[in-house]
């Protein structure tokens, strides 16, 4: 029902200003806001309203009805989509009205008001939401509609080229101004009082100029200051001191204490102390902001995986960098490869396993002409795809950065950070107490309120605590420059405690495609070289690349039906022809200790091809360096004809184990984990997907392939597997930055203290050391990494990209 106004609407706290909408006893400004309220109401969702009390946004009744029509056109759906299989769907929205943690906590129980939407994951700061629904009960627009309903409407934006962009940045720069053209005012405006000492004998200069410096401070407290005055509120309601609550005290104190003085006509206040303080302090934190905005774009969009894709153009195939790949080029895709592009299939039978996109495990059968979506894994034989999309990088660092694939979910981190700045608060506060009722003991009440508000200033822990986070970000961006691309900051602390490592053999010790290669047994046809070849040309395992590359390709490829079965080897139809090529165990022969692929063409043996692995370069020197601070083991699925080489290779009772299937690499380092072992698993990923997993930090090596393996921790160069000793030590370093870092903010908290107390210190030069001692941190963790990756370029460890 509805009556005459009177307060304000329980959901959006706006006043209600023509009529009231009564429901359940509370008071709504419109029927869109009691709808919104029925809603949660209905699905036991009301805590909403108790994490943040101006949590409710106003709804517009009147865009629901045909607003969204053009979301059931099948072009803009695609359009809008991560991925679907026709079953599953993916979509990532822009929602600008996020604000809140009960934006948070409302969004991410979306499930509860459908049950057809599957799995919600909200990026607080770019105010994105993630969500995984079942597309074929709920539509696009109904999801978009449900959004809409609760106060969430999405921006979307059908072209790709437009970046959404947020007003965030341009109101902070706006305070920024304000505060800035206010306070230079004020100062401007306090000069004469300063070198008059305060004797200004015209009466009229004398009054105006204290209530324009008034006039002028009220915008900095009432709009620029609020950036400080409402978190801290809002956490001190939950029970939770955080690092802006000393700064909203020293502004308040500031504030208040020259209005008293000036009323009384004490003196003209210290407005010109109250604007520097919140000016200094908007700049230290646009810094800190900026430096983490520009290490977050760093790490997803400058970096990339060193992934390439095969791209086929006039009967030619070129291997070229994925960043190269335009729509409509024609591209290769072998067995066990991720997909890294939106594409249509146009030749090969495709089994697509999109475990690594939905989690879903059985793979799905697309057929000629089918769109098959990025992050999805082709498992049998090579085929061809029409680029319908160009790479898109932020959705592959989002796929390896899945929480599917975090080994450790947990937030210690967050949590200690947060104990850390809770109880310097608490510490702050206390301090400034202290010092305050001693000088007003002392009867100084002059030292008192400098005392007071100083310390609340200039003791600040947001150095201490972002310190660790500016050294991770610059070690990272150096790292990547090599091709050492880590899934976060946290493997760089991983790292620390490793005293394992445990390499595979074949593709990681030994070069993929660089195997001495004989044949011996029956003469091959040359027509039977050439299907032996394009069947093992849909296999990326470096055994059958090395025969690909020993018998040569054909410019005229004859088209295969391949199967590969992983660890065993390859079967096939080509010509009307069957072929097995393969261990010993698949091709059913009796087993012997040499590392070989067997040939049996229809039922028939024919003969097999030797190998001689290659090393890589380096590698002797390279375990040589490690074994000092590390245990090594290698484990292969090969046989153990390599037992000798390696063993000479390896420290001195080294544990080399052969023949091991995936499952068996998956519990040897299981094994190794049960005896408080800390193991780091080098591999190429492709027979390694279980070790990688249960490890504690995994690296894959990647060459000319785009072989992507999402349980990875580390993406590196194949190339540069022999500078690993080197990329580690350098990394050790990080935690030698990050010490120095933090004595360095200790120091200075202490000294900043030490003339605080005392009542030496004014606020404006309390707030102006501020954003110098960020300044400082931001040039302190550059120069100390840049002296240290100098180190790395002296010693000409490769070339830097």
């Given at each position: 029902?509805s009556?005459?106004?009177?307060?304000v609407?329980?959901?959006c706290?706006?006043l209600i200003?023509?009529i009231?909408?009564?429901?359940?006893?509370?008071?709504?400004?419109?029927?869109?806001?009691?709808s919104?309220y029925?809603?949660?109401?209905?699905?036991?969702?009301?805590?909403?309203?108790?994490?943040?009390?101006?949590a409710?946004?106003?709804?517009?009744?009147?865009?629901?009805?045909t607003k969204?029509?053009?979301?059931?056109?099948?072009?803009?759906?695609?359009?809008?989509?991560?991925f679907?299989?026709?079953?599953?769907?993916?979509?990532v929205?822009?929602?600008?009205?996020?604000?809140?943690?009960?934006?948070?906590?409302?969004l991410?129980?979306?499930y509860?008001?459908?049950?057809?939407i599957?799995?919600?994951?909200?990026?607080?700061?770019?105010?994105?939401v993630?969500?995984?629904?079942d597309?074929q009960?709920?539509?696009?627009k109904?999801?978009?509609?449900?959004?809409?309903?609760?106060?969430?409407e999405?921006?979307?934006?059908?072209?790709?080229k437009?970046?959404?962009?947020?007003?965030?940045?341009?109101t902070?720069?706006?305070k920024?101004?304000?505060?800035?053209?206010?306070?230079?005012n004020i100062?401007m405006?306090?000069l004469?009082?300063?070198?008059?000492?305060?004797?200004i004998?015209e009466?009229?200069?004398?009054?105006?100029?204290?209530?324009?410096?008034?006039g002028l401070s009220?915008?900095?407290?009432?709009?620029?200051?609020?950036?400080?005055?409402?978190p801290?509120?809002?956490?001190?309601?939950k029970g939770?001191?955080?690092?802006?609550?000393?700064?909203?005290?020293?502004?308040i104190i500031t504030?208040t204490r020259?209005?008293?003085?000036?009323?009384?006509?004490?003196?003209?206040?210290?407005?010109?102390?109250?604007?520097?303080?919140v000016?200094?302090?908007l700049?230290?934190r646009?810094?800190?902001?900026r430096?983490?905005?520009?290490?977050?774009?760093?790490?997803?969009?400058?970096?990339?995986?060193?992934?390439?894709?095969?791209?086929?153009?006039d009967?030619?195939?070129?291997v070229?960098?994925?960043?190269?790949?335009?729509?409509?080029d024609?591209?290769?895709?072998?067995?066990?490869?991720i997909?890294?592009?939106d594409a249509?299939l146009s030749?090969?039978?495709a089994?697509?396993d999109?475990?690594?996109v939905?989690g879903e495990?059985?793979?799905?059968?697309?057929?000629?002409g089918?769109?098959i979506?990025?992050?999805g894994?082709q498992?049998?034989?090579?085929?061809?795809?029409i680029?319908?999309?160009?790479?898109?990088?932020?959705?592959?660092?989002s796929?390896?950065n899945h929480?599917?694939?975090?080994?450790?979910?947990?937030?210690?981190?967050?949590?200690?950070?947060?104990n850390?700045g809770?109880k310097?608060?608490l510490?702050v506060?206390?301090?400034s107490?202290i010092?305050?009722?001693?000088?007003?003991?002392?009867?100084?009440?002059d030292?008192m309120?400098?005392?007071?508000?100083?310390v609340?200033i200039?003791?600040?822990p947001?150095?201490?605590?972002l310190?660790?986070?500016?050294?991770?970000?610059?070690?990272?961006?150096?790292?990547?420059?090599y091709?050492?691309?880590?899934?976060?900051?946290?493997?760089i602390?991983?790292?620390?405690?490793?005293?394992?490592?445990?390499?595979?053999?074949?593709?990681?010790?030994?070069?993929?495609?660089?195997n001495?290669?004989?044949?011996?047994g029956?003469?091959?046809?040359?027509?039977?070289?050439?299907?032996?070849?394009?069947?093992l040309?849909h296999?990326?395992?470096?055994?059958?690349k090395?025969?690909?590359?020993?018998?040569?390709k054909?410019?005229k490829?004859?088209?295969?039906?391949?199967?590969?079965?992983?660890g065993?080897?390859?079967?096939?139809?080509?010509?009307d022809?069957?072929?097995?090529l393969g261990?010993?165990?698949?091709?059913?022969?009796?087993e012997?200790?040499?590392t070989?692929v067997n040939?049996?063409?229809?039922?028939?043996y024919k003969?097999?091809?030797?190998?001689?692995?290659?090393?890589?370069?380096g590698?002797s020197n390279?375990?040589?360096h490690?074994k000092?601070?590390?245990e090594?083991?290698?484990?292969?699925g090969?046989?153990?004809?390599?037992?000798?080489n390696l063993?000479?290779r390896?420290?001195?009772?080294?544990?080399?184990?052969f023949?091991?299937?995936?499952?068996?690499k998956l519990?040897?380092?299981?094994?190794?984990k049960?005896?408080?072992?800390?193991?780091?698993?080098?591999?190429?990923?492709?027979?390694d997907?279980?070790a990688?997993q249960?490890?504690?930090?995994?690296?894959?090596?990647?060459e000319?392939n785009?072989?992507?393996?999402p349980?990875s921790?580390i993406?590196?160069?194949?190339?540069?597997?022999?500078h690993?000793d080197?990329?580690?030590?350098?990394?050790?370093?990080?935690k030698?930055v990050?010490?120095?870092i933090f004595?360095y903010?200790?120091?200075?908290n202490?000294?900043?203290?030490?003339?605080a107390?005392?009542?030496?210190l004014?606020?404006?030069?309390?707030?102006?050391?501020?954003?110098?001692?960020?300044?400082s941190?931001?040039?302190s963790?550059?120069?100390?990494?840049?002296?240290?990756h100098?180190?790395?370029?002296k010693?000409?460890?490769w070339?830097?990209s």
């Amino acid at each position: 029902m509805s009556t005459a106004v009177g307060s304000v609407c329980h959901h959006c706290h706006n006043l209600i200003k023509d009529i009231k909408v009564l429901y359940s006893d509370y008071e709504f400004c419109c029927h869109g806001c009691e709808s919104v309220y029925r809603l949660l109401n209905d699905h036991n969702l009301c805590q909403y309203y108790d994490l943040d009390e101006n949590a409710g946004i106003k709804i517009d009744v009147n865009s629901q009805s045909t607003k969204y029509n053009y979301l059931e056109k099948e072009e803009v759906v695609a359009k809008i989509l991560r991925f679907t299989d026709g079953k599953i769907a993916h979509v990532v929205f822009h929602i600008p009205q996020i604000h809140c943690n009960s934006c948070l906590w409302l969004l991410e129980k979306l499930y509860k008001l459908n049950e057809s939407i599957l799995f919600t994951e909200v990026h607080f700061e770019k105010k994105e939401v993630f969500i995984k629904f079942d597309i074929q009960k709920l539509s696009l627009k109904n999801l978009v509609k449900l959004l809409a309903s609760i106060g969430y409407e999405p921006y979307i934006q059908l072209d790709e080229k437009s970046d959404i962009k947020t007003k965030s940045s341009r109101t902070e720069m706006l305070k920024l101004g304000i505060s800035g053209f206010c306070f230079a005012n004020i100062m401007m405006l306090s000069l004469p009082e300063y070198f008059s000492q305060g004797l200004i004998y015209e009466a009229s200069i004398k009054t105006a100029l204290p209530l324009i410096a008034l006039g002028l401070s009220l915008p900095v407290f009432f709009y620029t200051a609020l950036d400080f005055f409402i978190p801290s509120y809002k956490n001190l309601k939950k029970g939770i001191l955080i690092i802006d609550l000393p700064v909203s005290i020293a502004v308040i104190i500031t504030f208040t204490r020259s209005l008293y003085e000036m009323y009384y006509g004490i003196s003209n206040g210290y407005l010109d102390s109250m604007t520097g303080i919140v000016f200094f302090m908007l700049i230290g934190r646009w810094l800190q902001n900026r430096t983490h905005t520009t290490l977050q774009f760093d790490r997803n969009f400058k970096s990339y995986f060193p992934i390439a894709v095969e791209r086929i153009t006039d009967q030619t195939q070129e291997v070229v960098a994925i960043e190269e790949i335009r729509e409509k080029d024609l591209i290769k895709i072998y067995s066990n490869e991720i997909i890294p592009v939106d594409a249509i299939l146009s030749k090969g039978s495709a089994m697509i396993d999109y475990s690594f996109v939905n989690g879903e495990s059985m793979p799905v059968k697309v057929n000629y002409g089918e769109h098959i979506y990025a992050g999805g894994k082709q498992l049998n034989g090579a085929i061809e795809l029409i680029v319908m999309k160009r790479h898109n990088q932020s959705h592959l660092t989002s796929l390896w950065n899945h929480q599917a694939f975090q080994k450790d979910k947990s937030e210690t981190k967050a949590n200690t950070i947060d104990n850390i700045g809770m109880k310097f608060t608490l510490l702050v506060i206390a301090l400034s107490l202290i010092a305050g009722g001693y000088w007003y003991s002392q009867g100084r009440t002059d030292l008192m309120w400098n005392a007071v508000t100083t310390v609340l200033i200039v003791a600040c822990p947001c150095a201490l605590l972002l310190a660790h986070n500016f050294t991770n970000g610059h070690f990272m961006r150096i790292l990547s420059h090599y091709q050492f691309y880590l899934r976060d900051a946290s493997v760089i602390q991983k790292l620390f405690s490793i005293n394992q490592i445990v390499f595979d053999k074949t593709g990681t010790l030994t070069k993929a495609e660089a195997n001495h290669v004989s044949y011996e047994g029956q003469s091959l046809t040359i027509e039977e070289k050439q299907e032996i070849s394009d069947i093992l040309a849909h296999s990326n395992h470096p055994l059958a690349k090395s025969i690909v590359q020993y018998l040569g390709k054909s410019d005229k490829t004859s088209f295969a039906s391949v199967k590969e079965n992983t660890g065993l080897g390859v079967e096939g139809w080509i010509n009307d022809k069957y072929f097995r090529l393969g261990s010993d165990q698949f091709c059913q022969l009796p087993e012997s200790e040499d590392t070989k692929v067997n040939v049996v063409i229809d039922s028939q043996y024919k003969g097999k091809f030797h190998f001689r692995n290659v090393y890589r370069n380096g590698i002797s020197n390279l375990i040589d360096h490690l074994k000092t601070k590390h245990e090594i083991s290698v484990i292969s699925g090969d046989n153990a004809s390599e037992q000798e080489n390696l063993t000479k290779r390896l420290p001195l009772g080294s544990e080399i184990r052969f023949n091991q299937t995936p499952q068996d690499k998956l519990q040897f380092v299981e094994d190794l984990k049960n005896q408080g072992k800390k193991v780091l698993m080098i591999g190429d990923g492709l027979n390694d997907a279980g070790a990688f997993q249960v490890s504690d930090i995994a690296i894959a090596l990647t060459e000319k392939n785009n072989y992507f393996n999402p349980a990875s921790d580390i993406i590196m160069s194949a190339d540069n597997l022999s500078h690993l000793d080197k990329i580690l030590c350098f990394i050790q370093k990080n935690k030698t930055v990050t010490y120095v870092i933090f004595i360095y903010s200790i120091l200075y908290n202490i000294v900043g203290l030490f003339f605080a107390l005392r009542g030496e210190l004014s606020p404006v030069i309390a707030a102006i050391l501020m954003p110098i001692s960020s300044i400082s941190i931001v040039l302190s963790v550059q120069l100390m990494t840049e002296y240290y990756h100098s180190k790395l370029l002296k010693n000409k460890l490769w070339k830097y990209s």
